[in-house]
């Protein structure tokens, strides 16, 4: 594939969560990109990044997987693009440590039985849209506005932490969703937990902690006034939609607050057809709140 | 021909653990010249700087080599010694053979060979000293003091009331600095205008003293007890001498909405405006950037309803030319604002904490100027949000300060201290209200300070929370703090009314402009530097500038107003003689050979170096030579590294010298 003069033109790490629990994201990532016209190339063959749980078990496994995938991605031309929040920031990770620790370095390139390659800027969605393709040319795209529409922009742990590792945006008051879903028209709400973790993978061995961490999060979003979350994470999406029946039950407080991946807004509002974003697959049912607006 | 004496040092062990003293000193007993060599287990010892004496006498010396440590340490005390034998202290020479051998080699027998050879260099070079005399520079009696806090204050009034005249210098319309806007002090909880507004107005009235307000530093030329300070006095657009301070001139000014600076921006001033009731002098001044006449050439009202006629717009900042013989700095502190990241700083900025956007969140300063009587509120603890008096506050120590993380490594060592009495006062004032306080660790030294502290907590019931805030956030009118107890092991979260953080203490801004200004050294964090932190606490390595209060690093009062006596009492000492002794070491300028290239006025850090001209009987013009001021030199001896016709020297280290002990090895 030969990509066409000034034409933004990426390699693609999906990661598993996007072929399996969140369908609907990477559904709407290849809609949204296609109809921005930037090209999208799926690394061959990538495997697992380890996601959060490996490098708490063993941290060279974790920086082998990573490494694997880093050397896979030079087959495909373009920057690395990430949709997943945990795959963004385990391969950042990996860039990291490995760049000035010969010693790991070794270890690794051992492991993986090749070179480790740390050159290829690792990007996640969010960064490729505000700065490579700008935030111009992304409102000049939009077929739809999403205007009345009153988004909470969640980034939760991972995107801007720990501060020397994703650098995508400021540690303690980032903006980039916020100028990202503002420039399609969104209107996006003040509200105070949107760096708070969702509780993450204790949704599997302590539900309690990711009841309480979730329940504030939506809370702290619905006082605010939002109509939905928004969020770029697969496993907080699980903690904040998924649970949220569940949350309600425990709270006795009714949120009924639609949880939507990034760029399932996003490709709304360039055009993509509903029926190509995977709005169905949603626990919590966005379509009332969507005809409600006038977007469907 | 010349008879030598060389004195090898053991210093206790420290030299002779690595050095063979013994086989040292029989080598230079064999140097050609050398007429008596000894080595002792003490030099700088009384009976070592008698065996000195003793041997300058019996043996006819005329140059004495003293092999010991750097010349940093005891060339004083053995230059001395040599003077009091009846040699001239300039024919003693030290040999280096601790920083620059023992300690820093391993392997005994070629340390013992590198101290023989530091030996017979410098009886080389003592062997072609010269006889020096002590330069003498006059001193003006009369010290500069930058800063009218309570150090520039304490200072200025010690030196005057010595007898020697003061110039003051504050950069405020008003002296007082921050001990002006304080509400009461730790440890004994006396009102901090009671003690500090009768030393506003002492310095006002004292003969002695010239204040100059709302003035800055603009220039500073000259060395020790000659320096000639250009002072700006900014304008006023009022003339003092005029103005009665009725203040007709602020009740009428028509703008009324201007951040107070001096109340922490809680309250509003006018355009004309005094900083505060108890200001000294009580001259108001125009802030021009606010005032409509100055933006739009409308209003004047001032202007008319002046009674003596002291308002003037036309009015223009004075240069005046202020000579001194010593300079008292006290340029004090500034608090850390988490409000935004510092421009240019290594400091990276806090950024958290609300980011100076929740308006119950306020730091230390603020709070002092809600719990003053002469506060905007009178004294009446409330909340700049809303006015409510709040019922549970939060205090956060430690913000920034000790946090290498965010580029202050320091500890700012009076919020401890400070917190422990808001949270008194605040309990004076709101007898049904709580307060908390999450801290690092309490650190309380200094007379009755850990008493108070304890009072806080026993008595006044403040509850200490060990462990830090993560972060906090508004919820409705409330904000809402997470923390941890770490005593305890739990998350603690607090929904309070208002937060107090005690922010760092961080110097001046401008502090480093001030300082290249005066030629004197400061940290990375722009705090200025003592020329020894144990022996010379408030010098300067600048000779005649001093060290007093927060420019130098975080104090408290009693600190401050210890040091700034300390100062005052360096500048006493300095003023007792009428002339000054200054080290004979400087440059001379060989007039015959020089062309006037003047190569050496270039690269002179002092400026020492001037242009002169040599003229016939009648006046003409020769032609024009280098010459070296030998009250500024600096004894560098950049100049005469850099003269392409060798024509400086440096006194005490000449090219014949240099060479003399290069030849020796």
Redesign the interface.
């Given at each position: 594939m030969t990509p066409a003069r000034n034409q933004l033109i990426y390699s693609y790490y999906p990661g598993c969560s996007l072929h399996a629990s969140a369908k609907e994201y990477d559904e709407s990532t290849r809609g949204l990109f296609k109809a921005l016209r930037i090209g999208l190339v799926e690394v061959p063959d990538w495997l697992c990044c380890g996601a959060t749980p490996a490098h708490n078990v063993d941290e060279l496994l974790s920086l082998s997987l990573c490494a694997k995938n880093l050397a896979l991605a030079e087959e495909v031309p373009g920057d690395l693009a990430v949709a997943c929040a945990a795959c963004f920031s385990r391969l950042k990770v990996t860039q990291h440590k490995l760049a000035d620790n010969d010693d790991k370095r070794r270890q690794v390139e051992y492991a993986i039985a090749g070179q480790v390659n740390l050159a290829k800027p690792v990007k996640h969605l969010l960064e490729i849209l505000a700065r490579d393709f700008g935030l111009d040319r992304l409102t000049e795209a939009v077929k739809k506005s999403l205007s009345g529409l009153k988004v909470a922009c969640y980034y939760g742990c991972l995107l801007t932490r720990p501060p020397e590792v994703p650098q995508l945006d400021?540690t303690?008051?980032p903006t980039i969703m916020e100028r990202v879903i503002g420039a399609v028209g969104a209107e996006t709400v003040a509200w105070?937990?949107r760096l708070e973790c969702c509780g993450a993978n204790f949704t599997l061995s302590r539900p309690g902690v990711v009841l309480k961490l979730s329940s504030e999060i939506l809370a702290?979003a619905k006082?605010a006034g939002a109509d939905c979350l928004m969020v770029a994470c697969p496993l907080c999406h699980g903690n904040l939609d998924i649970r949220q029946k569940e949350i309600e039950e425990v709270t006795g407080e009714r949120f009924d607050m639609p949880v939507f991946y990034m760029t399932q807004l996003l490709a709304l509002a360039v055009g993509v057809a509903p029926n190509k974003l995977g709005l169905e697959s949603m626990i919590v049912n966005p379509q009332p709140l969507l005809k409600k607006k006038g977007l469907l | 021909m010349s008879r030598i004496g060389v004195f090898v040092c053991h210093c206790g062990e420290n030299i002779s653990r690595t050095v063979d003293v013994e086989k040292v000193a029989a080598e230079a007993a064999r140097l050609p010249g050398v007429a008596y060599a000894t080595d002792y287990k003490y030099m700088c010892s009384d009976p070592g700087q008698s065996l000195l004496k003793k041997a300058v006498a019996e043996q006819q010396l005329d140059g004495v080599v003293v092999a010991a440590c750097s010349p940093r340490m005891h060339e004083k005390t053995f230059r001395a010694a040599a003077k009091a034998a009846g040699l001239n202290p300039f024919l003693c020479e030290m040999a280096n053979i601790r920083e620059h051998c023992s300690w820093v080699h391993e392997n005994r027998e070629e340390a013992t060979a590198k101290a023989s050879d530091i030996v017979a260099m410098m009886v080389a070079r003592v062997k072609k000293d010269r006889k020096l005399v002590p330069i003498t520079v006059p001193v003006t009696k009369r010290a500069l003091v930058i800063g009218g806090g309570i150090a520039g204050i304490q200072a200025a009034l010690d030196i005057a009331d010595a007898g020697h005249q003061v110039v003051l210098v504050e950069r405020e319309p008003s002296i007082g600095g921050h001990m002006a806007q304080l509400s009461e002090t730790f440890p004994t909880l006396d009102c901090s205008q009671c003690i500090m507004t009768p030393k506003m107005v002492d310095v006002a009235n004292h003969p002695n003293i010239t204040l100059h307000t709302y003035a800055e530093i603009e220039n500073v030329d000259g060395y020790i007890g000659n320096f000639q300070v250009t002072v700006r006095k900014k304008a006023r657009s009022v003339i003092e001498e005029k103005c009665t301070g009725c203040g007709i001139c602020s009740a009428k000014c028509p703008q009324k909405k201007i951040p107070n600076t001096f109340d922490r921006q809680l309250g509003t001033r006018p355009a004309i405006y005094v900083p505060f009731p108890q200001a000294v002098p009580n001259t108001p001044v125009i802030d021009r950037e606010n005032c409509t006449w100055f933006k739009s050439g409308k209003c004047g009202v001032c202007q008319k309803v002046c009674g003596p006629g002291a308002i003037d717009y036309d009015q223009q900042d004075q240069l005046l030319v202020e000579p001194v013989g010593a300079i008292v700095v006290a340029t004090g502190f500034e608090l850390y604002s988490i409000a935004e990241k510092p421009k240019g700083s290594p400091i990276k900025g806090y950024g958290e904490f609300g980011h100076g956007k929740i308006p119950d969140v306020i730091d230390g300063l603020t709070f002092e100027r809600l719990a003053s009587a002469s506060g905007p509120t009178g004294g009446k603890i409330v909340r700049p949000s809303d006015g409510r008096e709040p019922k549970e506050v939060v205090f956060i120590q430690c913000v920034g300060s000790r946090a290498r993380e965010k580029g202050i490594s320091y500890c700012s060592k009076i919020c401890c201290m400070y917190t422990a009495k808001h949270t008194m006062l605040y309990k004076h004032k709101v007898h049904d209200g709580q307060a908390y306080v999450f801290f690092m660790d309490a650190r309380t030294p200094g007379k009755n300070y850990d008493e108070f502290w304890r009072r806080a907590v026993e008595e006044e019931e403040a509850v200490y929370i060990r462990g830090m805030v993560s972060r906090l956030y508004q919820k409705g009118d409330k904000v809402v703090v997470m923390g941890s107890d770490i005593a305890v092991g739990v998350q603690v979260e607090i929904e309070a009314d208002l937060v107090v953080l005690a922010t760092a203490v961080q110097p001046r801004p401008g502090a480093d402009t001030l300082a290249q200004k005066l030629g004197i050294s400061y940290d990375k964090y722009h705090f200025y530097s003592e020329a020894h932190a144990k022996l010379k606490p408030v010098e300067c390595a600048t000779a005649g500038i001093y060290l007093a209060g927060a420019c130098q690093g975080p104090k408290d009062i009693p600190d401050t107003v210890s040091q700034a006596s300390a100062a005052a009492a360096k500048v006493m000492t300095l003023f007792a003689k009428n002339e000054l002794e200054r080290e004979p070491i400087v440059a001379k300028v060989n007039e015959k050979n020089c062309v006037a290239c003047l190569a050496c006025k270039k690269v002179c850090p002092y400026g020492a170096v001037e242009e002169k001209e040599l003229r016939d009987r009648q006046g003409n013009l020769i032609r024009v030579v280098a010459y070296v001021n030998p009250g500024v030199c600096g004894g560098c001896g950049t100049c005469q590294a850099t003269c392409p016709s060798k024509s400086v020297e440096l006194d005490g280290y000449t090219d014949e010298q240099i060479m003399a002990m290069i030849e020796s090895l």
């Amino acid at each position: 594939m030969t990509p066409a003069r000034n034409q933004l033109i990426y390699s693609y790490y999906p990661g598993c969560s996007l072929h399996a629990s969140a369908k609907e994201y990477d559904e709407s990532t290849r809609g949204l990109f296609k109809a921005l016209r930037i090209g999208l190339v799926e690394v061959p063959d990538w495997l697992c990044c380890g996601a959060t749980p490996a490098h708490n078990v063993d941290e060279l496994l974790s920086l082998s997987l990573c490494a694997k995938n880093l050397a896979l991605a030079e087959e495909v031309p373009g920057d690395l693009a990430v949709a997943c929040a945990a795959c963004f920031s385990r391969l950042k990770v990996t860039q990291h440590k490995l760049a000035d620790n010969d010693d790991k370095r070794r270890q690794v390139e051992y492991a993986i039985a090749g070179q480790v390659n740390l050159a290829k800027p690792v990007k996640h969605l969010l960064e490729i849209l505000a700065r490579d393709f700008g935030l111009d040319r992304l409102t000049e795209a939009v077929k739809k506005s999403l205007s009345g529409l009153k988004v909470a922009c969640y980034y939760g742990c991972l995107l801007t932490r720990p501060p020397e590792v994703p650098q995508l945006d400021c540690t303690e008051a980032p903006t980039i969703m916020e100028r990202v879903i503002g420039a399609v028209g969104a209107e996006t709400v003040a509200w105070s937990h949107r760096l708070e973790c969702c509780g993450a993978n204790f949704t599997l061995s302590r539900p309690g902690v990711v009841l309480k961490l979730s329940s504030e999060i939506l809370a702290s979003a619905k006082a605010a006034g939002a109509d939905c979350l928004m969020v770029a994470c697969p496993l907080c999406h699980g903690n904040l939609d998924i649970r949220q029946k569940e949350i309600e039950e425990v709270t006795g407080e009714r949120f009924d607050m639609p949880v939507f991946y990034m760029t399932q807004l996003l490709a709304l509002a360039v055009g993509v057809a509903p029926n190509k974003l995977g709005l169905e697959s949603m626990i919590v049912n966005p379509q009332p709140l969507l005809k409600k607006k006038g977007l469907l | 021909m010349s008879r030598i004496g060389v004195f090898v040092c053991h210093c206790g062990e420290n030299i002779s653990r690595t050095v063979d003293v013994e086989k040292v000193a029989a080598e230079a007993a064999r140097l050609p010249g050398v007429a008596y060599a000894t080595d002792y287990k003490y030099m700088c010892s009384d009976p070592g700087q008698s065996l000195l004496k003793k041997a300058v006498a019996e043996q006819q010396l005329d140059g004495v080599v003293v092999a010991a440590c750097s010349p940093r340490m005891h060339e004083k005390t053995f230059r001395a010694a040599a003077k009091a034998a009846g040699l001239n202290p300039f024919l003693c020479e030290m040999a280096n053979i601790r920083e620059h051998c023992s300690w820093v080699h391993e392997n005994r027998e070629e340390a013992t060979a590198k101290a023989s050879d530091i030996v017979a260099m410098m009886v080389a070079r003592v062997k072609k000293d010269r006889k020096l005399v002590p330069i003498t520079v006059p001193v003006t009696k009369r010290a500069l003091v930058i800063g009218g806090g309570i150090a520039g204050i304490q200072a200025a009034l010690d030196i005057a009331d010595a007898g020697h005249q003061v110039v003051l210098v504050e950069r405020e319309p008003s002296i007082g600095g921050h001990m002006a806007q304080l509400s009461e002090t730790f440890p004994t909880l006396d009102c901090s205008q009671c003690i500090m507004t009768p030393k506003m107005v002492d310095v006002a009235n004292h003969p002695n003293i010239t204040l100059h307000t709302y003035a800055e530093i603009e220039n500073v030329d000259g060395y020790i007890g000659n320096f000639q300070v250009t002072v700006r006095k900014k304008a006023r657009s009022v003339i003092e001498e005029k103005c009665t301070g009725c203040g007709i001139c602020s009740a009428k000014c028509p703008q009324k909405k201007i951040p107070n600076t001096f109340d922490r921006q809680l309250g509003t001033r006018p355009a004309i405006y005094v900083p505060f009731p108890q200001a000294v002098p009580n001259t108001p001044v125009i802030d021009r950037e606010n005032c409509t006449w100055f933006k739009s050439g409308k209003c004047g009202v001032c202007q008319k309803v002046c009674g003596p006629g002291a308002i003037d717009y036309d009015q223009q900042d004075q240069l005046l030319v202020e000579p001194v013989g010593a300079i008292v700095v006290a340029t004090g502190f500034e608090l850390y604002s988490i409000a935004e990241k510092p421009k240019g700083s290594p400091i990276k900025g806090y950024g958290e904490f609300g980011h100076g956007k929740i308006p119950d969140v306020i730091d230390g300063l603020t709070f002092e100027r809600l719990a003053s009587a002469s506060g905007p509120t009178g004294g009446k603890i409330v909340r700049p949000s809303d006015g409510r008096e709040p019922k549970e506050v939060v205090f956060i120590q430690c913000v920034g300060s000790r946090a290498r993380e965010k580029g202050i490594s320091y500890c700012s060592k009076i919020c401890c201290m400070y917190t422990a009495k808001h949270t008194m006062l605040y309990k004076h004032k709101v007898h049904d209200g709580q307060a908390y306080v999450f801290f690092m660790d309490a650190r309380t030294p200094g007379k009755n300070y850990d008493e108070f502290w304890r009072r806080a907590v026993e008595e006044e019931e403040a509850v200490y929370i060990r462990g830090m805030v993560s972060r906090l956030y508004q919820k409705g009118d409330k904000v809402v703090v997470m923390g941890s107890d770490i005593a305890v092991g739990v998350q603690v979260e607090i929904e309070a009314d208002l937060v107090v953080l005690a922010t760092a203490v961080q110097p001046r801004p401008g502090a480093d402009t001030l300082a290249q200004k005066l030629g004197i050294s400061y940290d990375k964090y722009h705090f200025y530097s003592e020329a020894h932190a144990k022996l010379k606490p408030v010098e300067c390595a600048t000779a005649g500038i001093y060290l007093a209060g927060a420019c130098q690093g975080p104090k408290d009062i009693p600190d401050t107003v210890s040091q700034a006596s300390a100062a005052a009492a360096k500048v006493m000492t300095l003023f007792a003689k009428n002339e000054l002794e200054r080290e004979p070491i400087v440059a001379k300028v060989n007039e015959k050979n020089c062309v006037a290239c003047l190569a050496c006025k270039k690269v002179c850090p002092y400026g020492a170096v001037e242009e002169k001209e040599l003229r016939d009987r009648q006046g003409n013009l020769i032609r024009v030579v280098a010459y070296v001021n030998p009250g500024v030199c600096g004894g560098c001896g950049t100049c005469q590294a850099t003269c392409p016709s060798k024509s400086v020297e440096l006194d005490g280290y000449t090219d014949e010298q240099i060479m003399a002990m290069i030849e020796s090895l």
